[in-house]
């Protein structure tokens, strides 16, 4: 199994501010991926992370956007830059572990922003 | 068009009752479709995990059938309770190692007492 803790848990911004999420796991992963779900809706992946290479983003997120470090097979950071209102949602950090053929995701961070 | 579709998008039944979510989907071939269990503030718990050639999971009061034929997968909570009420997810996996994983947009059940 994978426990996985994200911080902060909730946040409220102003607009035009970033915020990074950290996401750490208690297991080292190889694939980490960030998910974004909006009030009422399914989750949607933003990107994938894995350690040593670069994020692979999915159509309509950006890095510039979103900028994922991945420095280590414990640890994620998502930034979410520039905020706007729309960006409100919550913020999912998940890992896959193949060896189980299963995924686990954190806990989740709230963010709202004004 | 989602190619994972749930319904009902909601339902409230009564602490002690059984109830079945419906899970539809297009993704094909797939590789393994998963029920997920998320409660408010959290994330996503995972129910069960079957593959294509499975018809049926239990777990503890959960139930997910799965008919590969039709393309259609179900989940039974048996003897309901207050701590089930939760959104439930269904997730499915495509074949290939870059296949997407899609998610349904759940369907939230809440228990009265």
């Known amino acids: 199994s994978a426990v996985i803790s994200q911080k902060p848990s909730r946040d409220i911004c102003q607009r035009g501010t970033s915020l990074t999420i950290q996401c750490q796991v208690d297991?080292?992963?190889?694939?980490m991926f960030w998910y974004r779900q909006q009030p009422g809706q399914s989750l949607t992946l933003i990107a994938t992370?894995?350690?040593?290479?670069?994020?692979?983003?999915e159509s309509g997120f950006v890095i510039d956007k979103f900028p994922i470090s991945r420095p280590n097979l414990t640890f994620s950071t998502l930034t979410v830059s520039n905020m706007s209102p729309e960006d409100s949602s919550i913020y999912l950090c998940?890992?896959?572990?193949?060896?189980?053929?299963?995924?686990?995701f954190g806990p989740g961070t709230r963010l709202t922003v004004t | 068009k989602n190619q994972v579709e749930q319904s009902p998008q909601s339902l409230i039944i009564l602490e002690g009752k059984n109830c079945t979510l419906q899970?539809?989907?297009?993704?094909?071939?797939?590789?393994?479709l998963r029920w997920y269990k998320q409660d408010t503030g959290r994330g996503p718990v995972s129910l069960t995990i079957?593959?294509?050639?499975?018809n049926t999971k239990s777990n503890g009061r959960y139930t997910a059938t799965l008919d590969a034929d039709t393309k259609q997968s179900s989940l039974h909570i048996t003897a309901s309770q207050l701590s089930d009420s939760a959104s439930y997810i269904c997730v499915v996996r495509g074949y290939s190692s870059a296949s997407k994983i899609i998610f349904g947009s759940g369907t939230r059940l809440s228990i009265r007492p």
């Open positions: 992370a894995n350690q040593g290479s670069e994020a692979t983003y």
């Open positions: 899970c539809n989907y297009t993704v094909s071939p797939f590789s393994n």
């Open positions: 998940s890992v896959e572990v193949q060896r189980e053929s299963e995924q686990y």
């Open positions: 297991s080292q992963v190889t694939m």
């Open positions: 079957m593959t294509f050639s499975e």
